[in-house]
Each structure stands twice: as C-alpha cells, then as structure tokens.
C-alpha cells in the first residue's frame, strides 16, 4: 500500500469529477486530498465518499486565485512535511500547469496526461498517449519519491462502488511567498456549460457551419442532450468560435463518453484530442471523409438537416 495525496479543485460547490475517478482507482491505497482554500461540505462529504481518509485545506494571503508560484510553494511546502510515495491531479489546464513546476521542485519524476493506470502491490504503472495520440506507451516512474502523475479527465471513469474514507478535514496555515505574476481580474466566457474538458457529451461543428449564428443548431442540440459544444481549428480560425471551444491538438484534448462531429473532416490534427472519446458519431457529407475512419457510428448526409431531427427525436425521447 501507497501513500497517496491528490490535489483536487473545485467547480463551484462541487468536486472535479476527476479527482472522484483518481479517488476511484486507488481504492486500496492510503489516500488523503490537498486542496488550496475552503472547501464546501458538499465537496467533502463526496471526496469522502471516494475514499479520502484527510483532506488538507491550505490557506493563507495571496491563495484567492490560482497563481503558478503560489499554489507551488504552498503544496511544496505541505507535501515536504509529509511521506507520500505519490502525488496525482487531473491532467486540466491547472494540473498541467502547476504539477511539472512541483515534480521540477522535488527533482521527481512525473507522469503526464496518463489515461489509464493500475497500483499493483502500491506501485504505479501507466499508460499516456504519445505523438499526439497516435501511439501508446507504458510508463513507470523511478528516482526519489514523491512520484507526480497528471491524469486525464474522463479517461478512467466514475467507480459505481466507492469505498469510503474518513474524510477528515484538517486546516493548514499555508505561506504563498512572493508571488511576481498576480491574477488581478478573471473574465467569464459567455457559456455556463461545462468546460469540454470535463464533459461527458460534446457536439462540436467545423468550418462546414459557415457562420458563428449557425452554431445555434448545435447549441440547441447541446441544450437536449446536456452536452458541451466544441469545434475544429478551421471553425475557430474562420471567427465561428472561441479559441476555448477548439478541440484537438492545438486546442483542448477531450475524451468524453459521447463526441458528435457534425462537418468535421477528421483532420489527424482534430483526431489528436478526441480519438479517445468512447463513441464517435460523425456527420458529414462526403462519405470519404477521414472522421468515419474513426467513427462508431457515421451519418452521410447534411447537417443542416440532420442536426435539427437529431434535436427533435432526442427532445421525444428524453421529455
Ligand atoms: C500545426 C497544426 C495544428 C492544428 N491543430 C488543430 C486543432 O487543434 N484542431 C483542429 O480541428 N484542427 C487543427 N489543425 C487544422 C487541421 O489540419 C484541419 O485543417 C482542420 O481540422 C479542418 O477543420 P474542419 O474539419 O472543420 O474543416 P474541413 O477540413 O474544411 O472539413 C469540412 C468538412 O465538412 C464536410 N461538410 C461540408 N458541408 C457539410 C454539410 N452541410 N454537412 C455535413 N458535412 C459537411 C466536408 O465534407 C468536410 O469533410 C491544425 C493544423 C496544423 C497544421
């Protein structure tokens, strides 16, 4: 058995639900939670649940938004008073950001953006794509402990049968330091719906959608089936959509349960951050389009015609 901390954020009241996954496949581990601030008791009774046994709340000045060196020294500093043999996050753009400057800190080694892992007798094993996808390799980590594993979100998937821990929750007086780069203000983008990384269902057009105002008929088929609407660099760079809608691999790397690519060619550069969505269902006009290469279900046809009845039929069915 291993002693493991997992860094946790939070969307609003609620966990991420990949550190639930995380917490999931540890089962059997000594598992305790760090998190930066207050943590709301419906966030500790669900990372109880999944089998936290302590949960570590740092706090201190200058800790109010996530910056780079402040979360790093403070998790340096609480991780060095501590015996964890590992320390894992969700690979989100925080983990990604924050858990190389902290592997880079204790001269550890680190596994990133890892898919799939198992403990075996307390040891970590994984699996983490490599150019950009296309290939998969398996990865252990020696050299001083504690090891740093980034893992993806959606990738392993909610246990249905969590052992609990017991969830203690136990305050740390926590000292950013001299922090040189401050988030002064912090922007909401227009939408509410969860960020692709974390959805479970994404519907994402590409440059056959023509216009920004023609996305509606993605949204409107988002809006029924509680999905996240994404789309390709060619809808993005043509101004249809944000920067943070692009999926791919100079966008956002997703692996949701379901991905609905409506015109989208299946460039390899779009695959690189959905091929491990799943169930791929592509909608596309030309039959040789790369995308149904990877599809498990591929519709020939308009999308112009065949979003709307999609929105329709699952509107019938769902109501
Ligand atoms: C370094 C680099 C990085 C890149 N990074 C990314 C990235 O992160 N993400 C990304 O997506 N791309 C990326 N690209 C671009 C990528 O190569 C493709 O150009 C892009 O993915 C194409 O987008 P698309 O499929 O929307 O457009 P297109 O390739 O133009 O395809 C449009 C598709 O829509 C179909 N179509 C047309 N009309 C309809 C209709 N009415 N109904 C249904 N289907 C229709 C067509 O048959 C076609 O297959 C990158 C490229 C480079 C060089």
Partial sequence: MSNILVFTETTGT??????LEILGRLAGQNIE??????????????LAKYGAQKIHCLKGAGLENYS?????????DFISTQNYDYVFAGSTSTGKDLF?????????GMASEVINFTMD????????PLFAGKCLAKVEITGPKPHFVTVRPNALGLTDSPTAGAGTKVDVA??????????KEIIKGASEKLDLTEANIIVSGGRS???AENFKILDDLANVIGATVGASRAAVDSGFAPHAMQVGQTGKTVAPTLYIACGISGAIQHLA???????????????????FTRADYGIVGDLFKIVPIMTEEFKKLLS
């Fill in 121 to 128: 007798g307390g040891a970590f094993a994984g699996t983490r």
């Fill in 209 to 211: 959608l023509k216009s």
């Fill in 14 to 19: 609620k966990v991420k639900s990949v550190t």
């Fill in 100 to 108: 190389p400057r902290l592997a880079g800190m204790f001269q550890a």
């Fill in 33 to 46: 939670v760090a998190t930066v601030g207050e943590l709301s008791s419906e966030a500790t009774a669900e």
């Fill in 174 to 183: 926590a000292d950013a330091g001299a922090i040189r780069a401050l988030v």
């Fill in 68 to 76: 780079p060196e402040g979360y790093a020294k403070v998790l340096k």
């Fill in 273 to 291: 951050g959905m091929r491990t969505s799943k169930v791929i269902v592509a909608i596309n006009t030309d039959p040789d389009a790369p995308i």
